[in-house]
């Protein structure tokens, strides 16, 4: 039995909607379903594959979208898994968008305002590198929100995810869970090697030492936003290799989970001229 088969993948790293969840409980270096590197990146290159593959297919359907969700503190590596799972994906049919401070027009708006029109369209995958679950984790740890603001946002966007499903969106949503001492060796490297400097922020130092408050508040987002039609997936986060792996496995099994078929439109060779 193939212990990285998708169904495992997913079984592990789920955090099953409408029960209890203690992030504390959750190993940010677990090996156990890719205990070799090797294999990791083995599963990676053919998941890569049949992601380009399935992408061909949603993009000539154009029936159903996909949403993927990248959530996780300085380091994680919302850009790598970007880089790596989809690194043999067709740009024509995916959309990225990194969500930075909002802006002063999106400040006149409701949170959601930005999110919405971010989404992708029918035949697309749409990647949140960051997210409108930002509202209730630096919105939160910052207090740039009251407290009842913030608890009333955990609803509206589980209500907000719903429509999108019921409306031709797939979401899945991963937080990439580093463990502190593997995120200040990674801080680290952003200043020791020349490549990596400019994406050394200082204020990764502030997020950083208010670390117990960003854990609660990841847990209590999980807890509150992991549902039937959006559940969250905890994604071990220490190790890049297995990272993306994991990742991989579950876009694909999404993807295949849609059972698309290519269209066959009534054409007949003898009813064109090609000479």
């Known amino acids: 039995m193939d212990k990285s088969s998708i169904e495992n993948v997913c079984d592990r790293f789920i955090a099953p909607p409408g ?84 802006t002063r027009i999106e400040l006149g708006h409701d949170y959601l305002w930005r999110v919405h029109e971010a989404t992708p369209r029918k035949g697309f995958i749409g990647i949140f590198d960051r997210s ?9 740890v910052r207090k740039f929100a009251p407290p009842d603001e913030v608890e009333r946002r955990y609803e509206q966007i589980n209500q907000f995810e719903k429509h999108l499903a019921e409306n031709g969106v797939t979401i899945l949503k991963f937080m990439l869970h580093l463990g502190y001492e593997e995120q ?41 936003c992991s549902t039937q039609h959006a559940p969250w997936y905890v994604i071990p986060a220490d190790s890049r290799t297995r990272r993306n792996a994991a990742i991989a496995r579950v876009v694909r099994g999404a993807l295949e989970d849609m059972k698309l078929e290519w269209p066959n439109p009534d054409l007949k060779l003898e009813d064109f001229d090609f000479s």
């Open 19 to 102: 029960q209890p969840f203690d992030l504390s409980s959750r190993d940010s270096g677990d090996r156990a379903l890719f205990p070799d590197k090797k294999h990791a990146r083995k599963s990676l290159k053919s998941d890569a594959g049949a992601i380009d593959e399935l992408q061909d297919l949603l993009y000539a359907t154009r029936e159903k979208a996909l949403l993927i969700v990248l959530q996780g503190m300085d380091t994680s590596g919302k850009s790598g898994v970007i880089r790596k799972v989809f690194a043999q994906t067709s740009p024509l049919g995916m959309k990225v968008k990194a969500f930075k401070a909002p």
């Open 184 to 224: 200040g060796e990674r801080l680290k490297e952003r200043i020791t090697e020349p490549h990596k400097r400019w994406k050394f922020n200082p204020s990764d130092l502030d997020d950083r030492r208010d670390w117990p408050d960003f854990m609660s508040a990841y847990e209590t987002m999980v807890q509150r």
């Open 132 to 140: 409108h679950y930002e509202d209730v984790l630096v919105v939160k």
